[in-house]
Each structure stands twice: as structure tokens, then as C-alpha cells.
């Protein structure tokens, strides 16, 4: 019967594995999938798409898919998709997919604007629209059609500004994205400041005949008059004045009564007032004279024409050009700064039309006057004088900038932003003054005495042009530390990265650092006290000659014009090595543990040995090594000594004690093997003569029996 064979079949524990190794919507797998993420998210368009395909893979064969598979149907919003996993041994592990199905529709179908028409017909492809309202329009409405489930912006009643508005109108879908922008540009008139006639008409009240009247109608001149006969029947008059803009009112229209007779003669005077939109007015007269003697004089006494700086520019005395009768044309050309002009004229008793104050709008000015004698009989042509003001000056630059008195080094008018750099506590303030280059131009910002903290002070000075154009010069006053001084410097190996031995004093400014006879090169590193402001020139890497080399360390205080000097002199040492080490010890075919430190070594080899190739390399390739006792090895113990004779003529010993074996004795080992047969034999011999004695003894008691 044989031995029993054992089999042990060993059942796996049923697999926790109950993960995704794909999860795909529509044959793509989900942006981002990772078997350990359980949600994820999705965006579909409602206009697209009514489902999505899912489909999965288990990570482990035996692992079963349940839930949400297949083609799923979506419904308007956030739709959840269930996807459980369950392991072999019954774990469950559900992934979700939040699907957002929402309307991707954000197209404007209609946009118009309540009782106003756009300049153009709406369309879809068209982005931009104009409106214009009269002033009294202070409201619009504005509509717009997109589809249902999309959200319209800026529709609705907007208030409006004067002059021009822009609203923007534009659809924002269900799922958040914005369509095309509709651009509408309402503007809105400005309010009307005309409160001028376009007309005046005056009737005999009875008759409706037209009655003249002078000087002829102008919107610009508001008095007139009415010269009657004795004899002329009129007694009330009908006065009609037309406004210039249909926004104005006017007042003082109507039927009118002239005065009461008075020794004979009557003087009736109206007035007709317009009121403008903005409700300024102008007021018109109108004098009826009946059975009055009057003047038929035009002529001219003074005439002063006075800009807003003062100056008499066009006049009949101290005036910089003279008023002549009979000339009706002038040209006056005034400085830019002048911003408005004032033009009298003064008769004895004559009518004067066309004077006044006029402001510039532009740079030019025009004045119409004329003269009408007292009875209307006479008058004269138009005295034009046309005003041209000059250009306005566009110089915004600076002839000079100073700091405490001094023009800024390397200013320039064209350069227009300055640093300078103080040491702190030398200065508590500083005192800025500017001159521009034209005198017309006007500063203004930072001019005068500033406190000075510490760190960046920034000043701006505004210049600006007569016309009104700006120009900024920055002046920088950088208040900053004045410490130039090293915190550590060191010289160090760039082999061995260890510094070269010397004293460093922040306060002491030349040094001289011995390196070795054969240094080729040194790295010079260090740190200022101020390491975050200021700046250290001369660090890094120095190759050193024949006799060594010299290296300046420049640091630059944080207030730029501070510097300290450090000067190393770096020489390449004379003195003879003294370095009585090995770099390498080693016995060839034998297995020696060298360390540098250890002096003492055993080793044993077989009696067949006579010499040793022990193997050794200086540390300092200037020493020499001298190998002793390692020929001719002797029985027992031998000594071999490695002497490392230094440079400067010093010396130290590594000693290898060699235990050699001693050679085998053949005769004796013969003897040894004769004898231990001999005692194999006697051992023999006697095992059988007892054998054979305990036999005849057993013999003969069998016999007494």
C-alpha cells in the first residue's frame, strides 16, 4: 500500500469587486470617468435629443450590472440615472449620472418698441436699431418674443436719459446660454432752449389789414415799432406772434387796446413773451406811437465791443481797433481764454438791434446790429462784426520740475515719470514745485511740501492745456535704508563644498584667504544684511591663476547711491602638503576592508605564499608610499608596513599583519596513519580472542551439567 497523497483545494473568497471599469453615454466614455468617482454630470439639449445611451462595463467578470441601462428616456430638467454594481459577494455600489436636459433655445423671434418704429425693419440677422423721442418722452416700453422656456433680458419700461441710450436685448435659454445680443440706441431729443418768434404779425383789429411796423421782422431783435398818423382811425390792434419751436408757449397774443389820448398824443406799449421748453423766455415789445413827434436820427455816439478778459477789442475810443462809420464789416481776433464778448452800441435817440453778450460755443462769434431812427424812418445796414477766437493751445508739457528747490536730475519735458532714491532719515520732507511751458496751460495735484515715509512715496502733477487736454508727471521719492553691509561671506571648494577657514567682519572691508597650492577655481557666496532690498555684485564662480586671483564684492544699499566695497585676495598656498594618508589600501586575490582611519589590518594566506602584491594610493597624489615586508613571507606571522611619506617630509605607517601556514610534515602524517591502523588491529584481535574465550566457557558449563 502506498502513501496517502493529501490535495487541498483551497476556495477563493468571493470577490468585493464592485466597481466600473466604462461607464459610456452614447458609445463615448464619460468625460472623467474613474471607477472610484460614483457621480458625474451631463448636459443635453432638450431640442436635440429625447434619450441617451448608456453602457457599462463591471470591472470583474462576476460582478452584475443592475439599473438605469440601454436607452434612457429624458424629461425636461435634472434627470438621475441609477447604475448598481453588484460584487460576487453581494456588495452594491451605485454610480449616478445627473443628466441636465434643458431648452437650448435662445433666439429673439420679435424686438419693437411701443408706438415707435425702428429705423429699420426688425430681423433676426440685424443686431442694431435707433430710436429717436422727442424730450417730453421720458419712458418706452420695449417687447420682445423668444420661445417660452427661455428668459428675456432689458424688455419692459425703461426710463431714459437725455440724449443717448443703449439697451442691450438678448434671450438667455434654459440651459444658461446666451444668444444673440440686440443692440437698441434710444436718443432722446434734447430739451428745447428756443424761445424765439419765427414770425410777428400785427392787424388793425376792425379792419384786419396788416399794419407796418419797423424795423422788419428778425428773430434776434426784440423791439418794434408802430408809427401813426393823426388822422389814422386805428384804436386797438390784433398782435399774432408765431413761436420758433412748436415745444415753446407765447404769451401776449391777442386783441389790444391802445392807450387813451393823452394832450393829444399816445404812447401804447405790449409785450410778447416766449417761454421755451426749458422755461427761459424771451420778451419782445412792441411800441405804438400816435401824433408823436420823433427823431429820424441813426446815429452812433459810442460803440464798445469788450471781451470777458476786459479788453476793448473794437470801439470809438481806447480800443485796440477802431469802430469807423460807414465801414460795416469787422474782423476781430481774440486770445482763446477770452470766453465770451459784449458789443454796445448808444444813440442820442435812435433804436439799437443786434447788441448784447454773446458766449463762445465754438471759436467764432458773429454780431448783426443795426440802427433804426426813432420814427422808423431811417435805419442802417447791418454792422457785422465777426469775432475769431483763436485755437486753444494744446502745450500740457513742463519747462521744469524741482525737488527741494533743484530741477530733478535728467529732466525732460518729455519725460514724464521720475524715481529718486533717498536714504531714509535723511529727509522728513520734500518740496515739489512745476513751471509749466505755456503760461496759459493750469497745474494742479501734488505741488508743495509732502512728509516722506519710508519705502515708495509717489507724487502726481497735473498739467493741464488751455485745450483742456491732461497730462500726468510722476515724481517717485524712494525713502530707503542706506546699509550697504554683508551679513556672511564665504570662499568655498566647489569639488568638496567646504568653505576655506577665515574670519569674517561685516565692518572689515579687505581680507586674504589662503587656499590650497593646486586649487584651480573658488566659489564666493554670501548675503547682505538688507538681503530683500539690496543688490550684491561680485558673487559666483572665480577661476584662480598662478598665484590666485582678486575678487570685489559691491553691495548697493535699498537707496540706490549707498555702496560698500569688499575686496578678497585670494592666493593659491606655498606651503608642502602634509597629508600622510591613503586614499586606497588593497592586497591583490585577498579581501581587505580599508578605512582611511584604521592603521591595522590582519590577513592570513596559505603556506604556499611567498609574496604579497599590496596595492596603495596616496590621498594627496604629492606624497609617496613605500611598501615594506610583503616578499619572501616566512612561516607564522609577517609584517608588512605601508609607509605614506608626506610632502613636507612627515610620515605615517598602515600595517598588515599576514599569518602564513606552516608547510605539512609527510612522514609524520605516514606514522600517524601506520599507528592508527595498528590500533585498528589490537582492537580486532581482542574483540575475537574474547569472542572465542566466552564460547569455550559457555562449553564447558554445559558439560558439568
Known sequence: ?????????????PSDDNTLRDLSIDGHTIEGFDKDTLTYYLETIYENTNTVSINDTANHEN??????????????????????????????????????????????????????????????????????????????????????????????????????NYIEVYATAQNGERGKVYEIYIIREDICRDSSLKDLIIKDAKTEDLIDFVPDFRPSTTDYLVVLDKDSPIDSLIIEGIANSEHATVGGNGYKVLKTIIDGEYHSVFEITVRAQDNSTTTYTFSVYKDVELSSSTTVNVVSLIGSDGTIYLGTKNAEKS???????????????????????????????????????????????????????????DYTIMVIRDE????????????????????????????????????????LQATPAFKTAKLNGDIGTFLIEEGKNAFAINITAQNGEVQTYTVVVNSRSANA??????????????????????????????VGRLQESVLLAGSAQDQENAAIVGLGHYTLGENGTEARINVIAPDQSTMLTYTIHIVRSESQSDCTELKTLSVDGHHLSFNPSNRNYTLSVGHDIDTLDVIAE????????????????????????????????????????????????????????????????????????????????????????
Do not use: C
Open 323 to 381: 469802430f469807423e462809420l460807414g465801414t460795416y464789416y469787422y474782423e476781430i481776433r481774440v486770445p482763446h481764454h477770452v470766453s465770451s464778448m459784449n458789443l454796445t452800441m448808444q444813440t442820442n435817440t435812435a433804436n439799437v438791434y443786434g447788441t448784447g453778450t454773446k458766449v463762445f460755443e465754438d471759436n467764432m462769434l458773429e454780431f448783426n446790429a443795426y440802427i433804426v431812427s426813432q420814427n422808423g424812418e431811417n435805419k442802417t445796414h
Open 618 to 705: 596616496a590621498n594627496d597624489s604629492r606624497s609617496l608610499v613605500n611598501i615594506v615586508g610583503h616578499e619572501q613571507l616566512k612561516e607564522g606571522q609577517n609584517v608588512i608596513i605601508v609607509e605614506v611619506l608626506a610632502e613636507n617630509g612627515s610620515s605615517s605607517y598602515y600595517q598588515i599583519l599576514v599569518d602564513k601556514d606552516l608547510v605539512p610534515n609527510h612522514f609524520l602524517t605516514a606514522m600517524l596513519i601506520i599507528s592508527f591502523f595498528v590500533w585498528i588491529i589490537t582492537a580486532l584481535a581482542y574483540l575475537i580472542r574474547t569472542s572465542v574465550n566466552n564460547k569455550a566457557y559457555h562449553n564447558r558449563k554445559q558439560t558439568i551439567k
Open 1 to 13: 500500500q502506498s502513501e496517502t497523497y493529501r490535495i487541498t483545494i483551497i476556495k477563493e473568497a
Open 485 to 514: 553691509h554683508l551679513d556672511d561671506l564665504k570662499i568655498i571648494d566647489p569639488e568638496t563644498e567646504e568653505a576655506f577657514p577665515f574670519t569674517f567682519n561685516p565692518e572689515t572691508f579687505d581680507y586674504t584667504v589662503n
Open 63 to 164: 460582478a452584475t450590472v443592475l439599473g438605469d441601462l440601454d436607452d434612457v428616456e429624458l424629461s425636461l430638467g435634472n434627470n438621475t440615472i441609477n447604475i448598481r454594481v453588484v460584487a460576487e459577494d453581494g456588495s452594491i455600489k451605485t454610480y449616478r449620472i445627473i443628466v441636465s436636459h434643458l431648452s437650448g433655445s435662445n433666439n429673439i423671434e420679435d424686438l419693437f418698441v411701443e408706438n415707435y418704429d425702428f429705423d429699420q425693419s426688425f430681423s433676426p440677422e440685424r443686431t442694431r436699431y435707433e430710436i429717436t423721442v422727442p424730450y417730453t418722452q421720458e419712458t418706452i416700453r420695449i417687447f420682445a418674443e423668444a420661445n417660452p422656456l427661455s428668459t428675456i433680458t432689458n424688455t419692459g419700461i425703461k426710463t431714459l436719459n437725455v440724449g443717448e
Open 392 to 431: 486753444a493751445e494744446g502745450d500740457n508739457t513742463l519747462e521744469d520740475l524741482r525737488l527741494d528747490g533743484n530741477t530733478i536730475l535728467g529732466f525732460s519735458p518729455d519725460k514724464h515719470y521720475y524715481e529718486i532714491n533717498i536714504s531714509h532719515g535723511s529727509k522728513s520732507s520734500v518740496r
